[in-house]
């Protein structure tokens, strides 16, 4: 077709302009729904009375003290009001009413129940430092484990390490494997550890490098291999540290004498159909119906298990809803439930062994969570083979066509935009800001196209005027 045909008249105007309009009324819509949905108002304790579990009821009650830790979209340590913009730890009482809160740190990652303990947890926890606390030019972060006693507020350091810049240097994930000693998903220099932390000494170390060529996962070394996870297992009786390696879209087993198990690795780099960039593999023994491994599959928005028959992984659980985006974190239970931490969906939920939701409250961008009296992570849980469970995918007439189409765009981009987006911007507001931006951009060529087309029909007349 004759580009002055196409390009001209106003009628191209008119439709990007209607385009770009319904995009604006899809992200206003979800904004006003939001507003309106109390709900969403945050159980995000601002405000609220603590008071150890006698103040006002911010979530559902549900048995026992349950822990979240949240993240933050702040990318500076200043202070904003959305619940996204500060990180938290927060613990609820049995009656949903807040039992402990705390932000005082940047970011909040993995926390873990001390063993013998009613109510005492580690955590791992980010500050971003300025770079006069860095003896550097540039920024820094102070990546630690502190201990809690949410009951009394006593809060004691266990271990701490600076690492350069903030990007993708902050530790997720430590395990505490003994009296004194650490285990560390150390995802500023792709290795996991294990320090003592009585004499700081580091007493075994795998570095990613020792299996990984840099050329795979994720931009080296910026965020080459993002290990988020690690968890201490016994394989086969021999001692052994499960890693997520995120960036690879793998969980691999190390053994501490002898290294990588190369047949026991669940996924592959760009195997997306496995594992898409996945948060906190829990390790399932044989004893407890595996072995078996329960993983928050981040990116493709479900939680999945995988089951080990006959040398291979084969998938043997998967749950999802319409609403679960950038799932970081899943523990199975003693008694079956499964406790979801849903980051980009705002919320954390517990499903029981029919699949079902029976308790879901609405946080602002948690991390991972705990339910304290169960165990670490899925440490009193069963497999979801031995237990039955059935799977749960959202039915076709409960998908809108709008989420099917976000479906399509690349999982990291609708969950990146919802990363940096505020609280209320779902993978459908998601959708509509980056056809908005597609659709801008589309027409802002155009235009361009088009002057130059005219510039180009005007230069013969210069010419010949001259
Ligand atoms: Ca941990
Ligand atoms: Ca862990
Ligand atoms: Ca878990
Ligand atoms: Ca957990």
Redesign the pocket.
Known sequence: MNPVTVLSGHRFRVAFALAALLCVAVIVGGYATAESDASLARSDSAGADISNGTGEQVVPPRDNVTVVSTDSTAFVTDDGDGPRKRAELVAFAPNGSLYYRNESHTRYW?V?PIEGTNATVEYVYADHLEPEDCNSESVCTRNGIERVNLTTGNVTHIYSRITPGKHSTRWH???RIGEDRL?V?DIAQDRAFVVNTTSEQITWSWDAQTDFNTSSGGPYPEDWTHIN???YVELEGRETV?V?VRNHDQVVFVDMESGLRENWTLGSDGDHETLYEQH???FIPEARGGPAVLVADSENGRVVEYQRANGSWEQSWEWRDQRLTWVRDADRLPNGHTLITDSNGDRVLEIDENSSVVWSSTIGFPYESERLGTG??SAGGQSAAALGLPDRTPSAENRSAVSDAATLLPKPVVNGVAYLLPGWVGPVESLAAVGLLVVLALWAVLEWRRRSFEVHLRWPVQIRNR
């Open positions: 993995d873990d994930d430590a395990d285990l998903a996870d690690v968890e499960m997520s906190n593999p829990d670490d992570e």
